[in-house]
C-alpha cells in the first residue's frame, strides 16, 4: 500500500536515526552478497521493532510489482490486508517463529496468497527479520501438477502391473553397477515369493532354479552382465514345490562409454504352453505307435494275402501234375474227377478265408484300425481264385504231346505263312537254324508261335508309333544241344510291374480275354522240355526268346 503524506516524513526519520538506514546497503553487503539480489525465491528483511523494510531482493521486486526504492518505503503491514495485521502482531510476540500463509497486496493492489518463513537475528544489538515469501499460488499449483504426476505414475504402474499380471509376464530390473535387483508383482507371483519374504538377487533367484537348469542360467545371467543379451527357457521350484516352465528375454542398456549399465528382463511364464507342447509330443508318439501298429497290421494282411497266394500257385501247381499224370495215362474220366475235388477242396478253405476276413473287418472298425483296403484286396484275391480255379478246369484239360523230330526252320516258315500277318505290320525273317531238328507236337507248338504274334500285333495296333511303323522280327538261331526262336517287336513295351506277371494264369491288361494265354504258351513251352524268358523296355518294344531242346539220335531214328 502506498504511504500517505503523513507517513512519509516519519518513515524518513526512523531511517535518519537508524543504524541501517536507505544509504547503508553496503554494511548488508557483508552478511548478504549478490546471491541475495539474485535468489530465486522472493526475500526481504525489516526492523523487528519498527517494521520498516530495509532490503529486498529482485524476485520479490518482480512478485509484488514495486521499483526497489518504493517496496524500501514501505513497512511490513503495508504489505498486508487490514484483517491480518493483529496476526502479525501476534506472531512478534512468539518466540518461535513458523512458517505461514498470509494474504498479501500487489502494487497494483491484487490480493494473493503467499508463504511466509520468518527468521529472527541479530545484526549488531538490533533485531532484524529475514522473511521468504514465496507465492502459495505457485507453490499449490506445483504440489497439484506433483500429485497428479504422482497419480499418473501410480496409475501407470498399477496398470503395467495388472498387464503383467494378465499376460504372466514380469520384469526384472538389474543395476551393474549399484549390484541392484528389482523385480516387478507379477515377477514376485511368477516365483510364488513376496516382497516381504524375499531379497532379489541373481544368487537368491538361482536356488529356485531347477537343478537341471541351473549351469544354463548361471551362464546366461553372466553373459547378460558382459552385455550379450540370451534367450532362454528354464524351469523353477517354487517354494511350495511346483515347477514352472519360465522363458526369458534381455535387453542391455550402456552407459556413453559403451560399457553395460543395467539390463532389463522379461519372464513369461509358459508352463501351460509347454504342458501342451509336452501332451502334442506325447500324442504324436501315440498315433506313430498307432500307424507302426495299423502298418504292422496291414504287412500282416499283405503276408496273408501272399500266403493265400501261394497256396493257390501251390494247389495249383498240385493240379497241374495231377493233370500231366493223369494225361500221360490217358484217364481223362479219372482227371475230370480229380479236378473238381481239388477245386472243391480248394475252396472249402477259400471259404473260411473269406468268412475269417469278415471277421477281421468287424473287429479292426470295433478297435478303429482303418484296414479296409487290405481287407478289399483279400476279398478281391478270394473270388479271383474262385475264378481261376473255374478256369483251371478247362485250362488243365489238355492231351499228351505227340512230339516228332522236326527241321525246325523250315517248320517255322510254313507255319508263318499259315498265319499272315496284317499289311500294316512289317514282318522280318531272319531264320538261321539250319537243319537242326526239334521233336515237336506240331499242333501244341504251333499255338505258342500263333499267341506270340498275335500279342505283338494287337500291341503295336493298341498304340502306334508314328516314328516307326510296326515291325516284328523272328530270328532262329542253333545253339549248343538247343535251339533259339526269338520274336521282337517294335510296341510299346510292357511295364515293368507288369513285366513280371504276363505268365500268370487269368493274368491279363486287356479288356478281354481269360488271361490264359502266355499262360498257356509258357505251359507248352515247358511240356516240350523248353524255356521261354521275356524282356521289354516301355516305348521301345518287347522281346521273347525260346529255347528248345535239339532232336537226340534216338528220337530221330
Known amino acids: 500500500m502506498p504511504l500517505t503524506s503523513q507517513q512519509q516524513p516519519e518513515r524518513a526519520r526512523r531511517r535518519e536515526h537508524s543504524e541501517f538506514g536507505v544509504g547503508d546497503g553496503a554494511k548488508f553487503g557483508v552478511y548478504f552478497p549478490l546471491l541475495f539480489e539474485r535468489h530465486p525465491i522472493p526475500l526481504y528483511i525489516y ?33 498486508l490486508v487490514p484483517r491480518e495485521t493483529d496476526q502479525l502482531a501476534d506472531e512478534r510476540a512468539r518466540t518461535v517463529l513458523k512458517a505461514s500463509e498470509r494474504l498479501h497486496r500487489k502494487a497494483d493492489g491484487t490480493i494473493f496468497p503467499v508463504d511466509i518463513f520468518r527468521h529472527r537475528l541479530e545484526v549488531d544489538g538490533r533485531m532484524l527479520a529475514l522473511v521468504a515469501c514465496p507465492d502459495a499460488g505457485v507453490r499449490a499449483h506445483a ?40 523385480w516387478s508383482d507379477e515377477t514376485y507371483r511368477i516365483f510364488g515369493v513376496t516382497r516381504e519374504t524375499f531379497t532379489p538377487s541373481p544368487a537368491a533367484m538361482l536356488v529356485m532354479v531347477h537343478p537341471d537348469d541351473r549351469t544354463r542360467v548361471a551362464e546366461a545371467l553372466a553373459k547378460t552382465r558382459e552385455g550379450v543379451s540370451v534367450q532362454l527357457q528354464y524351469r523353477i521350484i517354487r517354494p511350495d514345490g511346483s515347477v514352472r516352465v519360465l522363458y526369458r528375454e534381455a535387453e542391455v542398456i550402456f552407459d556413453a562409454a559403451g560399457k553395460p549399465l543395467r539390463s532389463v528382463s522379461m519372464l513369461r511364464d509358459v508352463t501351460r504352453a509347454h504342458e501342451a507342447q509336452e501332451r502334442q509330443r506325447k500324442l504324436e ?15 500282416a494282411v499283405q503276408e496273408a494275402n501272399a500266403a493265400l497266394e501261394r497256396r493257390v500257385e501251390e494247389r495249383t501247381a498240385e493240379l497241374k501234375a495231377a493233370q500231366d499224370a493223369l494225361l500221360k495215362k ?12 481239388v477245386a472243391h477242396e480248394l475252396r472249402n478253405p477259400l471259404s473260411a478265408i473269406k468268412n ?3 471277421v477281421m473287418g468287424e473287429l479292426a472298425a470295433a478297435g478303429g484300425v482303418d484296414i479296409e483296403r487290405p481287407l478289399t484286396r483279400i476279398q478281391r484275391s478270394i473270388e479271383r481264385c474262385n475264378r481261376i480255379v473255374s478256369d483251371l478246369l478247362d485250362y488243365s484239360r489238355t492231351r499228351a504231346l505227340d512230339r516228332r523230330p522236326r527241321e525246325f526252320d523250315h517248320w517255322l516258315r510254313e507255319t508263318l505263312e499259315d498265319q499272315p500277318v496284317p499289311p500294316s505290320v512289317t514282318l522280318v525273317l531272319d531264320l538261321a537254324a539250319g537243319a537242326a531238328r526239334v521233336p515237336l507236337d506240331s499242333e501244341r507248338f504251333c499255338q505258342v508261335v500263333i499267341n506270340i504274334v498275335d500279342n505283338a500285333v494287337q500291341a503295336m495296333a493298341a498304340a502306334p508309333n508314328p516314328a516307326a511303323p510296326p515291325r516284328l522280327v523272328v530270328a532262329t538261331r542253333a545253339l549248343d544241344r538247343q535251339v533259339r526262336i526269338v520274336f521282337e517287336d517294335n510296341g510299346p513295351g510292357i511295364a515293368p510291374e507288369i513285366l513280371g506277371r504276363v505268365f500268370e494264369p487269368l493274368f491279363s491288361t486287356k479288356n478281354f480275354g481269360t488271361g490264359l494265354g502266355l499262360a498257356t504258351v509258357k505251359h507248352i513251352v515247358e511240356q516240350h522240355e523248353g524255356s521261354i524268358a521275356i524282356a ?15 532232336a537226340t539220335a534216338a528220337q530221330a531214328a
Open 47 to 79: 526492523d523487528w521493532d519498527t517494521l520498516d523494510i530495509l532490503l529486498v531482493n529482485d524476485a520479490t521486486l518482480a512478485q509484488y510489482g514495486y521499483s526497489r526504492d518504493a517496496f524500501l518505503r514501505l513497512r511490513v503491514t503495508d504489505l
Open 143 to 182: 504440489q497439484e501438477q506433483l500429485r497428479r504426476s504422482t497419480d499418473d505414475l501410480r496409475r501407470s504402474h498399477e496398470n503395467l502391473a495388472r498387464a503383467q499380471r494378465i499376460a504372466k509376464t514380469g520384469s526384472v530390473e538389474r543395476d551393474f553397477h549399484a549390484e541392484r535387483t528389482e
Open 285 to 299: 508318439a501315440e498315433l506313430r505307435v498307432a500307424k507302426d501298429e495299423a502298418e504292422a497290421l496291414a504287412r
Open 330 to 341: 490217358e484217364r481223362l474220366a479219372t482227371l475230370g474227377q480229380l479236378t473238381a475235388t
Open 356 to 358: 475269417t476276413t469278415f
Open 536 to 550: 521289354s523296355t516301355p516305348g521301345e518294344g518287347t522281346r521273347v526268346a525260346i529255347d528248345l531242346p535239339l
